[in-house]
């Protein structure tokens, strides 16, 4: 990961179809340790098939650890994502049957997930005095030509 930061003003530039994943989970019962600990060990196996097969349509992801552990990934399209999590030979299914039999309705640990298809034409991104980061990490990165619309069709004029 390159950590060199770019304080030239830079925009996302992921083609159409790339995939935003919010998934993650929630600790409810902290005393539930054997619970939630291994249900947030279970992420390393599957981040580590894809980072080593570049065919799954993975394209990173980065993590905040708290009460609720949230990772963002991106994915080159819906159908990667969807065929990857469905394959039989692949870690997330069975860490999804492991979870349904081991965790199931205790209320100990939550999951969830939630994908979003980008439309490049229909999203907005900004970064500043950042590494590479989120969309444009994953993706690419390109120089903010202009300022952005604004509602109305008009750009945002520079202070005189």
Known sequence: ????????????????????LLIGLRVNKFRMVHRWVPVIGSMIPMLIELRKNKEHGFLGSRAWFNRTVIMVQY??????????SHRSDGKHRSMWAWFNRAVRNDGAVGIFHEAYVVSPDRMHTVYRNMPRFGMAAATESVPQKAAPPV???ERRRKAA
Request: glycine fraction near 10%; proline fraction near 12%; charge should be negative.
């Open 151 to 153: 509602p109305g069709g």
């Open 1 to 20: 990961m390159d950590l060199k930061v770019i304080t030239e003003p830079r925009i996302a530039a992921p083609p159409e179809g790339t995939v935003v």
């Open 75 to 84: 994915w080159r399209s819906m159908d990667d994502l969807m065929r990857y």
